[in-house]
């Protein structure tokens, strides 16, 4: 047996003329920028620190989570980072509209001095302080920019400073006997009851985060069926979190995910373990960097263990994704590289491989085609795979690495408008696109990939839309010299034959007619039908489904193996501001032998 | 028909001395009960009367305890301005701002004078609508415009900072090939930090150029209906050939072959 390293250059150059030509294309061609209704967010800033981090005591405390209401009652307590404690009878803060006020029986002690009142109310995104002193006589003063010392009396108040929320329509989340608020960032209680259907659970801390930016939500746990977090505790920085959790694999478990943001752009980690209760442990570590104004990098690693508890692992596996980014004005620059070790302990029972791969992918945004409603998109990859036990076997060679050359591009129609164009509800839109990419790869074969779809929508109503949709998906693997050989796979023992004609070459055409009722906000239905008419045609059980994500999608949006005909029945009705249930029940029609087979999800997300 | 005038006169009269007799009320939730005085939420302050009578609203029997900060309150005026009687309701009355009636009883050391940081006319949307926050509910619609490459059997959803980032939060209604629709009910002056993903945040939207962008961000007005119309230029999974990389899969041996799910039995390409 032979060992090649690398081969076929000459497959590569050849079509190197090729890619010149459409890179100075690309380069040449008008560079309108698409007309984006809302421009895309640009890169995050620089955040400063939360101004103010307020420590409360209380009797009580009540959280209202649907709101983001803290209510306090008794003995109020209440310390600013600006200098000021307050006591009264009773505190009221909106963490959303960032504003907070103290009630009742008011003590101020700041910088101007002590001084009693009726109230105090601070609005901190506007450095706005308003107190209600009692002297002799009440007043009102207004402290600027925190300037205790020089109130500007009786000057005119907004009028609702002194509102409390009205919460006869709201239910309480938790409550506590101390917090620490840090504006526009965090809440942390302490002596916490947890409410479900009114009854209390004693949970000691909790922790919740409301920031304007998700760095400190990037999570690293993989999927499960169910999953509580109890945020443990935290700060404007971090979150520790308990996970209990539920999958068909592990069943019920724990784990553990400690989350770190910096006040930058894209800087995070998160790490975590889960499961932690059972042999099979997945130690995640997630990173982000923002690097200058225009340059990001993303880190993944996993490291498996077969273990119990933290004694020594009889397993052990590592892998390691790191993606760069380079933006550019109208494109983006990405290398993404990856090293998988499923043996880190040197058993023989687990497999030596050590395999890696890397991409290079340059992409550019969607420009408009010279003033047509047309939109085009290109794409260019180089990268490589390398496993030094081989990565196929072709032609009486064992490859160990495989180079490929990726060009693509894309294709857009968005929203023809067809119809009177003065009646919203009597107007179709078209969509279409085509995405193409040719993959050729040093193992003399090249990979085609054709994705076009167009689809034809009404909205008939402000309650009810459809769509008609028509995808076509053509895979083709080709080899210079054979390929694919024909072969009959078993099915119950019997040789599946229609499955010999493949030759590495599939085609999957996916019509959808679909209507969404919407009948509230909080209601929605539709019915989806949907026809796959695929090569090489499916059989159940023949072709095994994608692996899934976190939240149990498939990993591969076209694959082979989908049923011909499926009816979708789904109702989407939140319960409460933060719950949702969506229940779906799906029909497989003509599926091999099955004429009629349900299948029903229920999904309770929040 | 002059008996008649007569009696009207006279009714007259009385209406209009039982109008001048009547005591000026407000209604409205107390904010404080201290030192003499009565606080609204309007932040005005009324002198208690010394024999003052604090009832309970709906059986109107003495109160069984003192009034409270947050309790909803009808004060009742003498004619010089102080507060005779109280009635505390479990019902919220309308918070509103004071009657001119009541507004000269209000106690104040200090004169008061205007606020130049609330004067001027509301802002306009690009609508010419009074760009106003009352609160009250509106609806929001989010329709959003993905690109070309989403497979057809994706869900698109957005993640917002009032669910804490939760990646699949709000769910969207795919309504053609290319756009997705969510409709909530917000309340006005709600400012929302938003970004949309498939399902997870490493599946979020990021720019044109492939970075990460910060989360977009809706003001809702008191508008009927606040829309927001987006484009999502990529999603951060995106790469060359459209093989989705996913590094919560683990392990995924590396397979040169892009049927990834062929079944069991089939030949590997030959010569």
Redesign the interface.
Known sequence: MRVARNCENGVRLRYLPLLIVVLILVVCAPGNAQPKPTPSPGPAEAQAIPSTVLRLRADRIEFYYDRYLVEAYGHVRLQTSNGMTITGDTFSMDLRLNRFLVASHVHLRSRGGNLDGAAIADLLDFDRIYFVPVITKPDRWTYENEDFTRPLRGRQMPGDVFYFPNLSHTSISLSATSAVIGSERFVRFAGVRAYFSHHAVPLGTYYVSFAARPELSENSLSGANFDATWNMTGNANSISALHVRYDAYNHGYLGFEQHLAGNGPHEYAVFSISPFTTYDKYWNLVTGEHIGSKFEIDTFQQLYTNQWWLKEPTASALTTYVTMTRGFNRSGLQAQLNQTNYNLLGTTVASPNHPNWGQLTWTSAANQAFKSPLYFQTRFGYGFSHDAYGLQYYGGVTYTTIWNEVVGFTVELPNIKIGDRDKAYALYYINAAIDSARTWNTVPHRVNEQNSSVSLSRQFSRFVNSYLSYNVLNISDLYLQGGYGGSAPLVDGTPYTPFESFRGAASLRTAILSTTYSASTNLVTSINFTHHDDFPAAYPGLFSVPPTNAIGQYTYANYLGQPPWQLTGEVRARLLPHLTLDVQRTYFFHFGDQIWSPSFVVQLSG | MTKLRTRLGAVFCALILLAAAAPVTIEG?L?????G?V?F???D?FRVAPNIVILDAQTQQRAKRPP???DYARAVFNDSGQVVELDLSTE?YP?E?LPDAAQAFA?????????PE?AGPPRTTSNGVAETFSGKLV?VKFQV?V???T?????VYI?T?????????I?M???????F?A???MAS???L?Y?YT????????V???????????LIVNDSDTNS???????WKD?????????????????N????????????????
């Open positions: 939730q904010l404080a009960y201290q030192d005085f606080f939420t309007t932040g302050g409270e900060a947050r919220p918070v701002p106690v104040t050391a200090s004169s008061p004078y205007p606020n609330l609806l415009q690109p070309p490459t497979p057809i059997t994706a869900q993640a900072d009032v669910s804490g980032w939760n990646p699949n939060a769910e209604d795919r309504i053609d090939a290319l756009h629709v409709i909530r009910r002056g709600t400012v930090h970004l498939r399902g997870s945040l490493q599946t979020e939207e720019a044109a150029n492939g970075l990460s962008v910060r989360p977009r961000e927001t119309n987006s484009v999502v230029a990529a995106a790469n060359a050939n459209n093989i989705l990389m996913q590094p919560s899969v683990f392990p995924t041996p590396y040169p072959a892009p049927f990834p799910n062929l079944p069991t039995g089939t030949k590997t390409p030959h010569p």
